[in-house]
Nanobody, 127 residues
Framework: QVQLVESGGGSVQAGGSLRLSCTVSVSPYSSNCMAWFRQAPGTEREGVASIGTGGRTTYYTDSVKGRFTISQGNAYNVVYLDMNSLKPEDTAMYYC????????????????????WGRGTQVTVSS
């Protein structure tokens, strides 16, 4: 059974940076879609970024474009989310998720398309 474990969260001041890591217990086929979601208290889970087949396609929600970068390790068993110029509104629990190839949609990603989830790592950005 595939398991996802997130790490790298923490507390930073606005303008700071963090790197989140998602370790996959079983190397995924390169055709899987991997994604990061986030959820703040009282809000719906939001798709932040995704990376598709072989790492050739990526998606970012508008609010993080130019600040966040999603990438994969060479063996496709680690997914990173580099977060720069962090803002207080980025504060949330961040979740790693694994889907199928179709889960990586150019127009956005939906939690409903992802079957495997990590437990999350908290990111707190203070002003």
């Amino acid at each position: 059974q595939v398991q996802l474990v997130e790490s790298g969260g923490g507390s930073v001041q606005a303008g700071g940076s963090l790197r989140l890591s998602c370790t996959v217990s079983v190397s995924p086929y390169s055709s899987n879609c991997m994604a990061w979601f986030r959820q703040a208290p009282g809000t719906e889970r939001e798709g932040v970024a995704s990376i598709g087949t072989g790492g050739r396609t990526t998606y970012y929600t508008d609010s993080v474009k130019g600040r966040f970068t999603i990438s994969q390790g060479n063996a496709y068993n680690v997914v990173y989310l580099d977060m720069n110029s962090l803002k207080p509104e980025d504060t949330a629990m961040y979740y790693c998720a694994r889907g199928e190839t179709y889960s990586c949609r150019s127009g956005g990603i939906s939690p409903a398309d992802f079957r495997v989830w990590g437990r999350g790592t908290q990111v707190t950005v203070s002003s």
